[in-house]
């Protein structure tokens, strides 16, 4: 399987990232909503849970950092047939998964009142014990970390987390499947073999 994207399909690393990051984002709504749900406050299992949460999120944040710079020194297969208006219609979702994946993992980061205990291996120190904390938000906008939580809390859970990060997903695996059901093309093959069959 080429490493590289060809004309017909995403190479062997964009399919890595992508099926990756898939899972990975399975695995970080499992995480937070057990918590949630299955978990009573400040016992052992509620705070697994949400270090879970937290190192899978942070290792989503290292993947799509690759996944870009791997996007942007690469070419992308071909698009199948369509209208333009299709074209640009999956331009911008993919670029909003890109936007989404971003936003997710600097808002879950800087808003975090913990720090990350990365799989119970190492600590990564939480925003509010950083040096651009203090200079950026101490200083620079003069508020205490419980202030600029707040919004930034809510983006990430509220407004994305439980709406729109949804939305786009669910918007981007129907459109997978009208192209492979309705239209019969080969956009989901591009993502999964890589042969031009
Ligand atoms: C793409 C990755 C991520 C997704 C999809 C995601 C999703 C979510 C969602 C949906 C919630 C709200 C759960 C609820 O209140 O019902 C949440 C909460 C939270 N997230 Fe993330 N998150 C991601 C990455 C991160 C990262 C990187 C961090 C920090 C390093 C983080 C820290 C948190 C924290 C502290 C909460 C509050 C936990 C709670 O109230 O139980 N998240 N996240
Ligand atoms: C079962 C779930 C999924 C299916 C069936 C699926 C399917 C696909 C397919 C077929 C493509 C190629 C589209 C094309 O070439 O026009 C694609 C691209 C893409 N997918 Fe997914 N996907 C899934 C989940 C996800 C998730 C969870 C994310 C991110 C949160 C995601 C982000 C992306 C992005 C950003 C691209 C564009 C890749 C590029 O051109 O750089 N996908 N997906």
């Known amino acids: 399987m080429p490493i590289k994207n060809t004309t017909d399909n995403y190479g062997s ?7 990756l990051t898939a899972v990975l984002f399975l695995a970080s709504y499992s995480a937070v909503y057990f918590r949630h749900w299955f978990t009573v406050k400040e016992t052992p299992e509620n705070w697994i849970a ?7 999120g942070v290792s989503i944040a290292v993947i799509v950092v690759l996944r870009i710079i791997w996007r942007i020194i690469n070419r992308v297969p071909n698009p199948e047939p369509g209208t333009s208006a299709e074209h640009l219609a999956a331009h911008i979702g993919h670029y909003m998964l890109y936007a989404i994946m ?8 800087i808003g975090t009142g ?23 938000v101490g200083e620079g906008l003069g508020i205490t970390f419980k202030e600029f939580e707040k919004p930034v809390d809510s983006i990430h859970k509220d407004l994305l987390g439980a709406w729109l990060v949804w939305l786009l997903i669910l918007g981007h ?3 997978a499947l009208y192209h492979h059901y309705i239209k019969k093309d080969r956009t989901i093959y591009k993502m999964t073999r890589d042969k031009n069959n």
Request: glycine share 2%; no cysteine.
């Open 173 to 175: 695996v129907m459109a």
């Open 114 to 136: 913990v720090s990350t205990d990365y799989f119970f291996i190492f600590e990564i120190v939480k925003f509010e014990h950083t040096k651009l904390f203090s200079t950026l």
């Open 102 to 109: 971003l936003i997710m993992v600097v808002t879950g980061y």
């Open 50 to 56: 949400l270090q879970l949460h937290l190192s899978v």
């Open 13 to 19: 690393i964009a399919k890595w990232f992508h099926w």
